[in-house]
């Protein structure tokens, strides 16, 4: 866990040290629990820069309801940039949720409950932030056009409500419609800020420190 914060006050809200079940609840996955912003910056990356004035006024994104398209390639810090994001959201008492994008056909075919108040699709739509991971690499068979109309349903409602969404990505934003129909690629232009993640990829360097670990 991350060293306790000193104690913030920011327009009625308090910034307060994240517990593990705030992490349950927020379903992160236990891969990003410990991440800190110090571990994924890489150097002199406008992303990183990007994300953190983002962090920054965490508050006023959070209720302006401003949010994010981290796109770029396989393994260098998208998921854990919006993880980030999302516990910073979090420390200051909004509600969040983190879902792979996969997981919304399964979710709204089986009900799949969050809690006794609601499902897993109705806190989707319904959070202060929501991160959706992974966009573009949900099974694309004979159901894609039933889970587009679930995504399209779950972002339009979030931004009639002004609610914040992040989203990764391995497609630019320019091919967004080429998996995608017009209408979401639309929707997702005009309702999130994109930002390129490039640099290193972390599982290649995780790999190979491991490789030298067990060799050396």
């Known amino acids: 866990m991350e060293p306790k914060a000193k104690l913030i ?25 410990n ?27 959070v ?34 949720l983190f879902l792979r994008t996969e997981r919304l056909r399964s979710a709204k075919l089986d009900g799949e409950q969050f ?7 109705g806190r989707a739509q319904r959070v202060d932030m929501l991160v959706l991971d992974d966009l573009g690499k949900e099974f694309r068979g004979d159901k894609s056009a039933f889970t587009d109309r679930l995504l399209e349903d779950v972002i339009r409602e979030r931004i009639s409500q002004k609610r914040s969404l992040i989203i990764t990505s391995n497609l630019h ?7 995608y129909p017009e209408s979401i690629g639309r929707v997702i232009r005009t309702s999130v800020f994109p930002v390129p993640v490039g640099g290193c990829s972390y599982r290649t360097a995780e790999a190979d420190a491991l490789k030298r670990m067990l060799t050396d």
């Open 35 to 61: 991440t800190s912003f110090e571990m994924v910056r890489p150097v002199d990356s406008d992303h990183y820069r990007i994300v953190g004035r983002f962090m920054g006024k965490i508050v006023e994104m």
């Open 173 to 179: 934003k320019s091919m967004i419609t080429d998996v």
């Open 63 to 96: 209720e302006g309801g401003v949010g994010l398209y981290l796109y770029g390639d396989n393994g260098v810090g998208k998921s854990a940039l919006a993880s980030l994001v999302l516990k910073e959201a979090r420390r200051w008492g909004f509600s969040c």
């Open 115 to 121: 809690d006794d108040a609601s499902t897993v699709f």
């Open 9 to 33: 006050l920011l327009d009625g809200r308090q910034r307060r040290e994240l517990t593990q079940p705030d992490l349950i609840r927020m379903r992160l996955p236990k891969l990003f629990w």
